[in-house]
């Protein structure tokens, strides 16, 4: 009983300008993505970054870690804990790179294409979950905005 009280008092405080302002409704639309995609993963180990990691991965075999770190905007200090823990879990295959002896090429393996798949089920469910109200065309145009946005970060 007292979360719904406490749900309807929170309900009717003003935000002010917060209302008005893009980046306040993209954080809180974030968390709320995050803290579902979190429920969805629950039990696989997958974190957001590990998935985008063997997303990149799965597209691109044999690429090397600094390629997919660049393409996800993480540093490359963190990069190497991250593939470290997916090679250490048996998901990722890291070899010395046969075009330049001093990186690492990246495939999955058969258990890290298998979590994979899984992933994309539970993340194909979760989204469809919170944006059940969108059609199509409406997904596909809020896609289509929030990466005109990530642009600018270049």
């Not at 990246?106 to 469809?128: M, P, S």
Request: one cysteine or more; glycine letters at 8%; aromatic letters at 4%.
């Amino acid at each position: 009983m007292r979360d719904r009280v406490a749900e309807e008092d929170d309900a009717k405080v003003d935000v002010g300008v917060l209302a008005e302002l893009v980046g306040y409704h993209l954080r809180r639309a974030s968390n709320v993505f995050s803290a579902d995609f979190v429920r969805a993963m629950t039990d696989s180990g997958i974190r957001q970054v590990l998935f985008g990691v063997l997303s990149v991965v799965e597209r691109n075999p044999g690429i090397n870690q600094g390629s997919v770190g660049r393409s996800l905007g993480i540093q490359r200090a963190n990069m190497v804990a991250l593939i470290t823990e997916l090679v250490d879990r048996g998901l990722l295959d890291r070899r010395v790179s046969k075009e330049d002896r001093r990186a690492f090429s990246l495939t999955l393996t058969a258990e890290g294409k298998r979590v994979y798949r899984d992933c994309i089920e539970r993340i194909r469910a979760h989204e469809a979950e919170l944006l059940a109200d969108f059609d199509a065309r409406e997904r596909g145009r809020l896609i289509a905005l929030l990466s005109r946005i990530e642009a600018r970060e270049a």
